[in-house]
């Protein structure tokens, strides 16, 4: 490209800016009196949001509980901790929430476990379970629900965990075929 075409396609972006920009400030707007719910004059502006028109901002619980497990791929056979941890939560969100000490936790492992247990939460709000399992199947997860009551109001969490993640795929033999024993080859027809 040569010296004099660049210089014009520079101008050319030039002007182009500049009618777009003077195109923009020559654009009539509208009289804060044409805008639903404005008063009258000519003000450019947002329209503040009328408060009875929408629905109240919700309010955040009063009371939460959350659950993890103290690993989330364990053995097919293993014992693992499922932690529970209650809070009771400021309304006005000024303060952090505070620990729920004594309240009683129903634990209830799902299938492939099924087992069930309860625990009362600490000084600290938290409340620990120990599950112990035998022979569940690798690789289906297993989900455990937390419940608990909080002024006459139940509060549940889940959480879950995956046993036998980090076994390797069992290979399944085809039929006909016989296993080869180690360090001999099978000679190919």
């Given at each position: 490209?040569?010296?004099?075409?660049?210089?014009?396609?520079?101008?050319?972006?030039?002007?182009?800016?500049?009618?777009?920009?003077?195109?923009?400030?020559?654009?009539?707007?509208?009289?804060?009196?044409?805008?639903?719910?404005?008063?009258?004059?000519?003000?450019?502006?947002?329209?503040?949001?009328?408060?009875?028109?929408?629905?109240?901002?919700?309010?955040?619980?009063?009371?939460?509980?959350?659950?993890?497990?103290?690993?989330?791929?364990?053995?097919?056979?293993d014992?693992i901790?499922?932690?529970?941890?209650?809070?009771?939560?400021?309304?006005?969100?000024?303060?952090?929430?505070?620990?729920?000490?004594g309240?009683?936790?129903s634990?209830?492992?799902?299938?492939?476990?099924?087992?069930?247990?309860?625990?009362?939460t600490?000084?600290?709000?938290?409340?620990?379970?120990?599950?112990?399992?035998?022979?569940?199947?690798?690789?289906?997860?297993?989900?455990?629900?937390?419940?608990t009551?909080?002024?006459?109001?139940?509060?549940?969490?889940?959480?879950?965990?995956?046993?036998?993640?980090?076994?390797?795929?069992?290979?399944?033999?085809?039929?006909?075929?016989?296993?080869?024993?180690?360090?001999?080859?099978?000679?190919?027809?």
């Amino acid at each position: 490209m040569t010296q004099r075409m660049k210089r014009f396609a520079l101008l050319l972006v030039a002007v182009s800016v500049l009618a777009v920009a003077f195109a923009a400030c020559s654009t009539p707007t509208p009289s804060a009196g044409a805008l639903p719910g404005a008063g009258s004059g000519n003000v450019n502006g947002f329209r503040t949001p009328n408060p009875t028109d929408g629905s109240p901002t919700p309010t955040f619980s009063p009371f939460t509980i959350g659950a993890w497990p103290s690993n989330y791929s364990p053995g097919t056979s293993d014992t693992i901790t499922i932690y529970a941890i209650a809070r009771i939560q400021d309304q006005t969100m000024l303060t952090p929430p505070r620990p729920a000490p004594g309240l009683t936790i129903s634990f209830i492992a799902q299938d492939p476990i099924n087992q069930t247990g309860s625990a009362q939460t600490g000084p600290d709000g938290i409340a620990t379970w120990t599950l112990t399992f035998k022979d569940s199947p690798a690789g289906k997860p297993a989900s455990v629900e937390v419940n608990t009551s909080y002024n006459q109001q139940q509060y549940n969490a889940e959480t879950f965990f995956t046993p036998g993640v980090n076994l390797g795929p069992t290979p399944t033999p085809k039929p006909g075929s016989t296993p080869t024993p180690k360090g001999k080859a099978t000679p190919t027809p």
